[in-house]
């Protein structure tokens, strides 16, 4: 098993490091217990009783973002393809970000839901809903997987234990907290592990850039690399899209990762919903994803410019991505190895370990809240007391830790992670936006279409997977998710439409509040939003942030 062996890598920390990491998790675990004595209910758990101020939210909505992927996945992905991988944030995140707040926030804030499957549920029926549930919690301990791998190695490279050790240890220490304190505790110990990944990670961009000479160093050595210097500019991005075609790449990209995978994430994923649900009020819901997205189209500078350092620097990189045979998940933990002194390299590792552990528990505390609400209760046992419910969603937070370790062992496999999630993605969440968006803004859809697109779409995209795995079709990089993502969004838009005309709709009366066109505008207003200034308006933040990443993307294109 590839999870039994252990790696060749080690970071050499000393007695001040450990002290660093040691007194991490005792703030960590004191927010989970300082926590757990606001719970009085199961809405404090799942959602923390829709409590919490915007800024508090809005650096959560970000930072549970931030888990393993984001940092190692991101980081590998710009060792391999360089540049293009700003796309991720400029392209396949801010835009999507920016939608959420302001168009679709009102309706899931709005209806006073407590997931997004139970929205689909008032939507289109329990069809829809089951299904929407079964497939995200699927995803979720998929995902939690590779957080829990992640935040196992780095246990693996810093103490030696074989990583499924590691992977035991990792699990159980996110589970203490998420466990005692629900959801506060995870926001909570999302602020904080936002400062400290930025604390941790800043470090490494301005120690690398000084190494290799500056940026304009930097641009000499990888367009000296393999890559050569297409790596330098984020357009066209043949390489990482897997297209030869620079005009196939660009449509691949704006398509395939920048509208079906990015709103199909960011717009209809629990995870990222649940932060802004948790709000105190209907702005400062739709806020929060604003909030987020200012910090997220700088979070390259501190992810992606190190991986690309790496690539250049460390003699591993170099010499592994000159032969074709290199582990590109290690390029960060290589720099941190190279560059780091004592102290500093505590702080990283402790930086590391927070972005594992927001991912893992984010995906966690959203598993547990659609289990217990939408499949439990829905379909299980039904009618039974508050306490019942909140019991049921503390078990399966701890069957769902378990489930993870489990499928920390698939994520094992992959050299380059980011493949892996985008894949994921594709099954799951570009079926769910084209089912979600179009009965938002379509009253004749019907609840049989709802379901059946769901399904259609996921199939779609499965069956271009597999298409790629057996040779049928022949697309590199990241070509046949983005692809896969296209393909399950038009079929799930053409099977909708082709059931909703032989099909019945609901009444137009049950679908106030769910459809854009039968919904009054005065839903949407929240008395305690009169207090607030107008530096705090929605649109206004939404149309600076709009701003900015049209700018860095001239920049930097």
């Not at 589970?175 to 959801?183: D, K, Q, V």
Request: proline share 4%; charged share 10%; no cysteine.
């Amino acid at each position: 098993m590839v999870l039994a062996q252990e790696t060749s890598l080690r970071l050499d920390a000393g007695v001040i490091d450990y002290t660093i990491i040691a007194l991490y998790f005792a703030f960590v675990l004191l927010i989970g217990y300082l926590a757990r004595r606001a719970i009085s209910s199961s809405l404090d758990f799942f959602l923390s009783g829709r409590s919490l101020p915007a800024w508090i939210t809005g650096l959560a909505f970000i930072s549970a973002n931030l888990g393993a992927v984001e940092i190692m996945g991101m980081s590998a992905t710009a060792a391999q393809y360089g540049m293009p991988t700003m796309h991720y944030f400029w392209i396949g995140a801010v835009p999507a970000m920016l939608f959420l707040g302001i168009v679709m926030m009102p309706f899931y804030y709005g209806s006073k839901v407590r997931s997004v499957p139970e929205f689909m549920l008032r939507r289109f029926g329990p069809g829809a809903h089951l299904v929407n549930a079964v497939s995200f919690a699927f995803a979720q301990v998929l995902i939690a997987g590779i957080n829990l791998f992640l935040l196992a190695r780095i246990v693996n490279v810093l103490l030696g234990w074989p990583l499924w050790v590691a992977v035991i240890v990792a699990g159980l220490i996110v589970l203490l907290y998420i466990t005692a304190g629900g959801l506060s505790a995870a926001i909570y110990n999302e602020v904080l592990q936002f400062f400290v990944i930025v604390a941790a990670l800043a470090p490494l961009t301005i120690g690398g850039l000084i190494q290799v000479g500056g940026w304009d160093g930097l641009v000499d050595r990888v367009s000296a690399g393999p890559g050569g210097a297409e790596q330098m500019s984020a357009w066209p991005g043949n390489e990482l899209a897997g297209f030869d075609s620079s005009v196939l790449s660009a449509i691949g990209l704006v398509f395939g990762l920048g509208f079906v995978l990015s709103f199909g994430y960011w717009t209809t994923n629990f995870v990222e919903v649940q932060r802004a649900m948790a709000s105190n009020s209907m702005n400062a819901a739709r806020r929060t994803p604003i909030i987020g997205a200012f910090p997220k189209m700088f979070v390259p500078f501190i992810v992606i410019v190190p991986g690309m350092i790496s690539a250049v620097l460390v003699p591993e990189m170099v010499a592994g991505k000159a032969g074709g045979d290199v582990d590109y998940n290690n390029a960060l933990l290589y720099l941190m190895r190279d560059m780091l002194p004592n102290g500093m390299l505590g702080l990283a590792i402790a930086g590391l370990l927070a972005s594992f552990m927001a991912g893992m528990a984010a995906n966690i505390s959203a598993f547990n809240t659609v289990f217990s609400y939408d499949i439990w209760q829905g379909y299980a046992v039904r009618h039974r007391s508050d306490d019942y419910y909140l019991r049921v969603g503390q078990v399966v937070t701890v069957l769902a830790t378990v489930a993870a370790m489990g499928t920390a062992f698939i994520a094992a496999g992959y050299s380059n992670l980011m493949d892996y999630l985008q894949q994921l993605f594709s099954f799951f969440n570009a079926p769910l936006f084209a089912t979600f968006i179009l009965g938002m803004f379509w009253k004749r859809m019907t609840p049989t279409a709802g379901w059946l697109g769901l399904v259609s779409g996921t199939v779609a995209a499965v069956g271009v997977f597999l298409m790629n795995e057996t040779g049928v079709i022949d697309l590199p990089g990241q070509g046949a998710s983005f692809v896969g993502a296209g393909a399950a969004f038009v079929v799930d838009i053409v099977v909708s439409w082709l059931v909703t005309m032989v099909t019945r709709s609901k009444p137009e009366r049950e679908l106030a509040g769910l459809v854009y066109s039968l919904t009054p505008k005065e839903s949407f207003r929240d008395p305690r939003d009169a207090r607030e200034s107008w530096y705090q308006r929605p649109g206004l933040l939404a149309g600076v942030a709009l701003v900015l990443v049209i700018g860095l993307n001239v920049v930097f294109g």
